[in-house]
């Protein structure tokens, strides 16, 4: 009885995200610090504004049935370690006209606001064939919600699907934020949102071509848009993209080719880069590829990849497979 209850826990830590102390392992289940499964896919990453811990928002347990779904979030001080804050939005906070729900609520995302102090999440509203195509806004005091829906709308009157934000932080100075979106899945477009975050102020910059798990980040002056086709939740080839200047005003994206060399993005999609400090170079960054692992048609099973990207020169990127990798070594 006891050899069993050794194995249980042994399991139950073997099967965690901080297998080896620090490690983050490409494919496996992760749990959270009470030893649940972590639920929050198509990740966004706040960086706390007072004491830059890690809060991760992501779409609830993918079953079946939306009426279960909302936006989880769990808060970690080490990026290892993740706390289960709860769903922090509920699908039965959404009221729009149009379609009863319940909406796919999907790829949520949260900035901080300086000048409201108010914690503002965009996510993808839909209805649940994906026709509706809305983004919807909530707000919250405080970075563990519960957050208030504040409404759902077309952004620049555009249907909206896949979608991210990018807080354009250069050394700690909040350039902008922007909504990057797939328009009606027919090209990619950017808009900066307006000073309270709660609407967008026009497109400034588009890829003509439709692409989905946006991902911009910001490098050595260029801005870089990971992306990927549109498979559904089946894998495809990513793509990468820089743009032609140091400005996202009438920026030119330049392609990249993909920088995992895998046709599959190894059996993952783009979701969010996170720029994170160097331990072995202090003061620079290294860049995190955030992907989801859908394992469609098995949705309950979804599962992360996040992996580094290697730099040779600002155009010659790789993001190498690593079964495992350790935060220290970068
Ligand atoms: C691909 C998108 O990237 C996902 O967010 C999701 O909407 C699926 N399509 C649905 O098929």
């Known amino acids: 009885m006891q050899s069993l209850l050794l194995l ?5 830590v073997s099967n965690s995200l901080n297998l080896n102390g620090n490690e983050i392992i490409s494919g496996t289940v992760w ?4 030893g649940n499964r972590i639920e929050a896919h198509a990740t966004g990453i706040l960086i706390d504004p007072e004491d830059q811990s890690y809060w991760w928002y992501g779409e609830s347990k ?23 804050q709860g769903q922090v939005l509920q699908q039965s906070q959404v009221s729009i006209p149009g379609p009863a729900g319940p909406y796919v609520l999907a790829r949520p995302k949260v900035v901080f606001n300086l000048k409201t102090s108010l914690f503002v999440m965009w996510f993808h509203l839909d209805s649940s064939n994906y026709g ?6 909530a707000t919250s005091q405080h970075p563990q919600g519960p957050f208030q829906f504040i409404h759902g709308f077309q952004p620049d009157g555009i249907p909206s699907l896949d979608m991210n934000l990018f807080e354009d932080n250069q050394n700690g100075t909040v350039k902008g934020v922007y909504l990057i979106r797939s328009c009606n899945n027919q090209y990619v477009g950017i808009s900066q949102l307006n000073d309270d975050y709660l609407n967008t102020t026009g497109i400034i910059s588009r890829i003509s071509e439709p692409r989905e798990g946006h991902a911009v980040f910001f490098r050595n002056n260029r801005y870089y848009m990971m992306t990927s086709h549109l498979t559904g939740w089946a894998p495809n080839a990513a793509e990468l993209f820089i743009s032609n200047s140091n400005s996202l005003i009438d920026a030119q994206w330049i392609s990249l080719g993909n920088p995992t060399h895998s046709s599959t993005t190894f059996n993952s999609q783009s979701t969010f880069v996170l720029p994170f400090p160097s331990r072995k170079n202090p003061g620079e960054l290294f860049y995190i590829y955030m992907g989801d692992r859908w394992n469609a ?30 935060l220290d070594d970068y």
């Open 31 to 34: 749990n959270d610090t009470d």
């Open 62 to 84: 993918k079953t079946s049935n939306l009426s279960d779904h909302g936006v989880n979030c769990y808060h970690s001080k080490d990026f290892i370690h993740w706390t289960n």
């Open 297 to 326: 048609p098995d949705l309950l099973d979804a599962s992360y990849i996040w992996l580094p990207y290697q730099f040779y020169s600002d155009t010659n990127v790789t993001l190498p497979w690593l079964d495992k990798w350790s």
């Open 132 to 137: 509706y195509r809305y983004v919807g806004v």
């Open 8 to 12: 249980i826990v042994l399991l139950r």
